[in-house]
């Protein structure tokens, strides 16, 4: 039985890093949200949809919205975000890394940073409801992407195929992709996405938050539970290599993707 929907959007395919993430929740948690946040969306003035690109550079939804009045609004989207997830599932692979130790050196088919995070996804989720002793089956759902639609479902079965056959129930066998307008959790992790590459941005490229939209105006997606993986050095150079120890194993369990990026300044990874 389906208790629990994973939402996830990915954020970039350039420098600094390729972001997949999103949020996992119950799923009569996500039907009260989703009421909740069309609820948010018809505030005047009246949004169509959330997606975060618009509301940093104030154009299309967000057009003509004074920053002060956008940072209240987005506020509230952020707060609903907050008290909705029951936790955030983030996968993020440096560009550098990825181009530098595993492009042309794997099958093609698994040569791309969206199979990598999309990996990790997958097995952080899984683990997660091994952790609660769960028996429920997690969907995976996508944004509608098409050409995105041509390649997931292949490297998701792919992953599913690999885990132990008494697990594989917990996870769908198969990815559902859907319009971002009707399955309202998609913005939510639009939203998500583009703050964690942005941080990124931040610390790697040294690229500062503007001060009309500062770090702080994010902090309410801080405090939501982060199951978080990166691709390290050691984590794409083992997997080039087709080492089963291919894993996350020597990166501690961290709270949020600000200890994840302190983690790897201090391991002289960024």
């Known amino acids: 039985m389906t208790t629990f929907q994973a939402f996830v959007d990915d954020s970039g395919t350039g420098k600094p890093v390729f972001v997949l993430s999103g949020y996992v929740s119950r799923l009569d948690w996500w039907e009260d949200f989703s009421d909740h946040w069309q609820g948010l969306l018809d505030e005047p003035p009246s949004l169509k949809y959330f997606k975060m690109r618009e509301a940093a550079t104030r154009s299309e939804q967000f057009g003509g919205m004074k920053a002060t009045a956008r940072n209240e609004r987005i506020k509230k989207f952020f707060s609903l975000i907050r008290m909705a997830a ?44 091994i952790a609660l002793k769960s028996e429920d089956t997690v969907d995976f ?18 992953t599913h195929k690999m885990l132990p056959p008494e ?14 307008l009707q ?3 998609l913005q939510a992790a639009d939203a998500q ?26 902090q309410d997606l801080d405090h939501v539970r982060t199951l978080g993986s990166i691709w390290t050095r050691k984590r794409c150079e083992q997997f080039a290599s087709q080492k089963e120890e ?18 790897l300044e201090k391991a002289g990874e960024l």
Do not use: C, T
């Not at 129930?169 to 319009?179: N, Q, R, W, Y």
């Not at 583009?194 to 105006?217: G, H, T, V």
């Not at 291919?246 to 983690?263: C, F, Q, T, W």
């Open 86 to 129: 029951h936790a955030s599932v983030v996968s993020v692979v440096p560009i550098d890394l990825y181009k530098a130790h595993i492009k042309g050196k794997v099958h093609r088919e698994f040569d791309d940073p969206y199979f990598l995070a999309l990996f990790d996804i997958v097995m952080k989720i899984l683990w997660n409801q």
């Open 246 to 263: 291919a894993d996350d194993g020597e990166i501690p369990e961290l709270k949020n993707v600000h200890e994840m990026l302190d983690y």
């Open 141 to 158: 759902i996508f944004d509608n992407n098409p050409r995105l639609a041509a390649k997931v479902p292949r490297w998701y079965q792919l």
């Open 167 to 180: 697990l594989r129930h917990l996870i769908a066998p198969s990815p559902k992709f859907e319009d971002d």
């Open 183 to 185: 399955f309202l959790p």
């Open 193 to 218: 996405s583009w703050y964690i590459r942005r941080l990124f941005a931040e610390r790697m490229s040294k690229e500062p938050f503007r001060p009309d939209l500062p770090k702080e105006q994010f």
